[in-house]
């Protein structure tokens, strides 16, 4: 994979490309075209990486993007988080990953009802980037967007395996379109929530969890819906924040 990368501490950065602007608590982040706002609650660092893929690059293969990764003390261990964007156009060389975008486009045409998304597990919601696991549960699933971009957000996990759920396997997602319909926006974080275990417990038995796993999926579906939004760590309203203050230079 051909790529290049900047890495910036935000708290040193006042004059260099990308730009920051700080307001308080808050830093204005500038990318070529692409801008957000993000509160020094969820990260004091940004990672930007652009890439350039083919599918022979990696699998599932990816599709040209940046990735933008904001973080504390330690860059996040998954690959699977950030804010990325991409090109629509870009998109629809891969049909693994148009999928998602013409998925995302009639959900936002037609307004469904999203409560069916978190009730099937064999119903996923859009999401990229492309991830070589299944989307085992949706909760918190919503509409969300602004004069710059419409989407839908939520909570899910990616599993390989059936096995219980522990905080750490949560990831809070945005799945947006531009309103001039140019760009594909992905903001992955992952979000502990404090209602789950940290790890799986020792008494775990195999077969009586598969024997109950769809009534483990509801109930856990319903215990996310429930929690409160600063329950998870970090707190889902400063991403939500970070999502509404999308924009794209004209």
């Known amino acids: 994979m051909r790529f ?39 990260g004091t660092q940004v ?24 973080y504390g003390e330690q860059a996040p261990d998954s690959s699977i988080v950030g ?3 991409y090109q629509v156009a870009e998109l629809a060389k891969y049909a693994h990953l148009q999928q998602q975008v013409i998925q ?3 959900l936002l045409r037609a307004r469904r009802d999203l409560a069916v998304y978190a009730t099937s597990t064999a119903n996923p919601l859009p999401f990229l980037p492309a991830v070589a696991a299944g989307q085992t549960i949706r909760a918190r ?23 219980p759920l522990v905080q750490r396997d949560f990831l809070y997602t945005f799945q947006g379109i531009s309103a ?11 979000v502990n929530p404090e209602s789950f275990p940290p790890t799986i417990s020792a008494e775990f038995d195999y077969q009586s ?22 329950s998870f760590a970090p707190a889902l309203p400063l991403i939500d924040d970070l999502v509404q203050s999308f924009d794209f230079a004209s």
């Open 4 to 42: 290049f990368k900047i890495l910036l501490v935000l708290i040193l950065l006042r004059n260099a490309a990308p730009t920051l602007a700080q307001e308080g608590n808050r830093n204005r982040i500038s990318f070529n075209d692409f801008s957000f706002t993000v509160d020094s609650a969820l």
């Open 47 to 70: 990672s930007i990486t652009q890439f350039q893929s083919s599918p022979a690059d990696v699998f599932p293969a990816q599709g040209a993007h940046t990735r933008i990764v904001v």
């Open 83 to 85: 804010i990325r964007v």
């Open 104 to 106: 995302l486009q009639q």
């Open 141 to 163: 699933v919503r509409y969300l967007g602004t004069a710059a971009v419409s989407g839908i957000s939520y909570v899910t996990a990616y599993q390989q395996a059936a096995e």
């Open 180 to 190: 001039d319909g140019r760009y594909y926006i992905s903001v992955v974080f992952r």
């Open 209 to 230: 969890f598969l024997a109950s796993l769809p009534a483990y999926l509801s109930e856990s579906t319903a215990q996310l819906n429930s929690a409160a939004p600063e």
